[in-house]
């Protein structure tokens, strides 16, 4: 049996804490791979080899730094057939789907060759006599990014291309559900041009994620997944003196407006529900019509379209959607679904029992839809993370805009509508992170940042753009006076600008 083991030190290692995980082909649900579990002991090796390697790296001058980064998208789109089909023969999802993900992460290592611009200081010459004030960005030291196993090229790419752009050397643990693809990330960083022990990868668990939350040498923690895991990770790492920035799960509503195009929402409404067999963090998960004669426009629409999807392995180029990661990725959702049929929902379309004949023991849940649901049902209140779309009738725009105001929730949230005025008001009065407008997944690009509001993000810097600079970076501020501007004496009092 394959196993997967560690990036330390610029170099593949084997595991040797005798812990592994299963890592499954979840269309065929057979044990491909067996993926070590660091010990505290590994972790460490990791933090050594990145403590060593930091300083020479942070005195290199940004512009080299950049030029790795220059190599690495080159490389990365080479490589792009290969890469996607890795992280698909693990995930689960389309090779196509995989590609968006990798493509998501290189966008950020684009961003991130320029910072020579991205992470210059500022100067301010006389600010009092003789006397120039200047703040640089000084790197934290030791970054650590813990991973989700939804998108593992996009994510990790997300916080290593920052953090070692700006000069800090990275631990990344990444989901042990598939972990192949990131250690393929490290391997090209090296070649093209990375240092050794500047990009570390560390496969593991709990017993990995606490190494990193106690280790006295990490400054700064990252960390992209359930909020359950955000808030402990958030609440530790600070404990530990740490700077850390947590995102969680989600609920992301879609509202749909009377005068909306009924079948620009209705494609919308599909890509970001069933697309990835909607494990994304910004995936729609509740339709929200407003009005009767919408929601009823908008169901029957949705219906034909959602009983055609084509559900298929990851090497069916032709699938809108593969099938969910694990078996208890699988028996959650197939239960949530359950769930709903007890509380009252209106089940419209089925997913539970799909086979795809030559797959039968795969994770593939089909296209299900619920009308009828109401805000006090444990599917409208839980982040399904499956391909399970809710539709909650509004009577009018306050109702529904009441709907994600009120949800624990607040990463994504679209509108679809035609009136201006109405958009603008939802875009201002929303208490959620990221909006879209007849935008169904409002993922921002690389040069802004990425977070979401409420339980769904632990922290106040969030991914990508310019914050994730400030996030990978201490900032120092310089006051030097010059001697001509030193008057003779000491001074007591509070010096001022009087
Ligand atoms: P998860 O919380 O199970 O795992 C995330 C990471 O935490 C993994 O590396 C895992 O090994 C580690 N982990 C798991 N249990 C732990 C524990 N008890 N102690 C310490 N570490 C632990 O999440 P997942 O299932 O891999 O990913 C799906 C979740 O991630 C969903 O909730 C989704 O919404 C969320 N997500 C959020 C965003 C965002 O930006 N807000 C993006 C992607 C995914």
Same mark, same amino acid.
């Given at each position: 049996?394959?196993?997967?083991?560690?990036?330390?030190?610029?170099?593949?290692?084997?595991? =040797?804490?005798?812990?592994?995980?299963?890592?499954?082909?979840?269309?065929?649900?057979?044990?491909?791979?067996?993926?070590?579990?660091?010990?505290?002991?590994?972790?460490r090796?990791a933090?050594? +080899?990145?403590?060593?390697?930091?300083?020479?790296?942070?005195? =290199?001058?940004?512009?080299? /730094?950049?030029?790795?980064?220059?190599k690495?998208?080159?490389?990365?789109?080479?490589h792009m057939?290969?890469?996607?089909?890795?992280?698909?023969?693990?995930?689960?999802? *389309?090779?196509?789907?995989?590609?968006?993900?990798i493509?998501?992460?290189l966008?950020?290592?684009?961003?991130?060759?320029?910072?020579?611009?991205?992470a210059?200081?500022?100067f301010?010459?006389?600010a009092?006599? @003789?006397? !120039?004030?200047?703040?640089?960005?000084?790197p934290?030291?030791i970054?650590?990014?813990?991973?989700?196993?939804?998108?593992?090229?996009?994510?990790?790419?997300? $916080?290593?291309?920052?953090?070692?752009?700006?000069?800090?050397a990275?631990?990344?643990?990444?989901?042990? /559900?598939?972990?192949?693809?990131?250690?393929?990330?490290?391997?090209?960083?090296?070649?093209?041009?990375?240092?050794?022990?500047?990009? +570390?990868?560390?496969?593991?668990?709990?017993?990995a994620?606490?190494?990193?939350? *106690?280790?006295?040498d990490?400054?700064?923690?990252?960390f992209?997944?359930?909020?359950?895991? @955000?808030?402990y990770?958030y609440?530790?790492?600070?404990?530990n003196?740490?700077?850390?920035?947590?995102?969680?799960?989600a609920?992301?509503?879609?509202?749909i407006?009377?005068?909306?195009?009924m079948?620009?929402?209705?494609? @919308?409404?599909?890509g %970001?529900?069933?697309?990835?067999?909607?494990?994304?963090?910004?995936?729609?998960?509740? %339709?929200v019509?407003?009005?009767?004669?919408?929601? #009823?426009?908008?169901?029957?629409?949705?219906?034909?379209?959602?009983?055609?999807?084509?559900?298929?392995?990851?090497?069916?180029?032709?699938?809108?959607?593969?099938?969910l990661?694990?078996?208890?990725?699988? #028996?959650?959702?197939?239960?949530?679904?359950? /769930?709903?049929?007890e509380e009252? %929902?209106?089940l419209?379309?089925d997913?539970?029992?799909?086979?795809?004949?030559?797959?039968?023991?795969?994770?593939f849940?089909?296209?299900?839809?619920?009308?009828?649901?109401?805000?006090?049902?444990?599917?409208?209140?839980?982040?399904?993370?499956?391909?399970?779309?809710s539709?909650?009738?509004?009577?009018?725009y306050?109702?529904?805009?009441?709907?994600?105001?009120?949800?624990?929730?607040? #990463?994504?949230?679209? &509108?679809y509508?035609?009136?201006g005025?109405?958009?603008? !008001?939802?875009?201002?009065r &929303?208490?959620?992170?990221?909006?879209?407008?007849?935008?169904?997944?409002?993922?921002?690009?690389?040069?802004?940042?990425?977070?979401?509001?409420?339980?769904?993000?632990?922290?106040?810097?969030?991914q990508?753009? *310019?914050?994730?600079?400030?996030f990978?970076t201490?900032?120092? =501020?310089?006051?030097?006076?010059?001697?001509?501007?030193?008057?003779?004496?000491?001074?007591f009092? $509070?010096?001022?600008?009087?």
């Amino acid at each position: 049996m394959r196993e997967i083991g560690h990036f330390i030190g610029g170099k593949y290692v084997a595991g =040797t804490s005798g812990r592994t995980s299963d890592v499954f082909n979840p269309a065929t649900g057979e044990v491909q791979a067996k993926v070590a579990l660091a010990s505290v002991e590994e972790l460490r090796a990791a933090v050594e +080899n990145a403590k060593a390697a930091q300083p020479k790296w942070a005195a =290199t001058n940004p512009q080299r /730094r950049a030029r790795v980064f220059f190599k690495f998208v080159e490389l990365l789109n080479q490589h792009m057939d290969e890469l996607a089909t890795l992280l698909s023969s693990e995930h689960g999802k *389309t090779v196509e789907d995989s590609k968006g993900d990798i493509i998501r992460g290189l966008e950020v290592c684009e961003f991130v060759c320029g910072i020579p611009h991205l992470a210059k200081g500022e100067f301010t010459e006389g600010a009092g006599p @003789a006397i !120039d004030m200047y703040s640089i960005r000084q790197p934290v030291g030791i970054g650590a990014g813990i991973t989700p196993f939804n998108f593992p090229g996009m994510i990790p790419m997300w $916080m290593f291309a920052p953090a070692i752009a700006c000069g800090n050397a990275f631990i990344l643990k990444p989901s042990e /559900r598939d972990p192949s693809l990131p250690i393929r990330l490290a391997e090209l960083m090296i070649e093209a041009g990375l240092p050794a022990g500047i990009l +570390n990868v560390v496969n593991g668990d709990k017993t990995a994620v606490d190494a990193i939350l *106690t280790d006295p040498d990490i400054g700064a923690v990252s960390f992209v997944g359930s909020t359950p895991i @955000a808030r402990y990770v958030y609440g530790t790492a600070a404990m530990n003196g740490k700077r850390a920035q947590c995102f969680g799960g989600a609920k992301n509503h879609m509202i749909i407006m009377p005068d909306a195009d009924m079948d620009q929402a209705v494609n @919308a409404l599909m890509g %970001a529900g069933y697309g990835s067999a909607g494990e994304r963090c910004m995936a729609i998960s509740v %339709a929200v019509p407003v009005g009767e004669e919408t929601a #009823n426009r908008l169901v029957e629409k949705l219906t034909p379209k959602i009983e055609s999807l084509r559900i298929g392995p990851y090497t069916d180029e032709k699938a809108d959607m593969g099938p969910l990661v694990t078996k208890d990725a699988y #028996n959650r959702v197939n239960g949530l679904i359950d /769930r709903g049929v007890e509380e009252g %929902a209106k089940l419209l379309v089925d997913g539970r029992g799909f086979k795809l004949q030559g797959y039968e023991n795969g994770y593939f849940v089909g296209g299900t839809l619920f009308d009828n649901v109401t805000p006090d049902m444990d599917i409208y209140k839980t982040e399904i993370f499956g391909p399970v779309l809710s539709v909650v009738r509004a009577k009018n725009y306050e109702e529904a805009l009441d709907l994600p105001m009120k949800h624990e929730y607040g #990463n994504g949230v679209a &509108i679809y509508t035609r009136d201006g005025d109405a958009a603008r !008001d939802f875009a201002s009065r &929303i208490n959620i992170g990221m909006i879209g407008i007849n935008v169904p997944i409002p993922v921002p690009l690389a040069y802004h940042s990425f977070g979401g509001w409420k339980a769904s993000s632990f922290g106040d810097l969030n991914q990508h753009g *310019t914050d994730s600079i400030k996030f990978w970076t201490r900032t120092k =501020t310089v006051t030097a006076r010059w001697p001509s501007g030193i008057k003779s004496g000491a001074e007591f009092v $509070m010096p001022t600008m009087k």
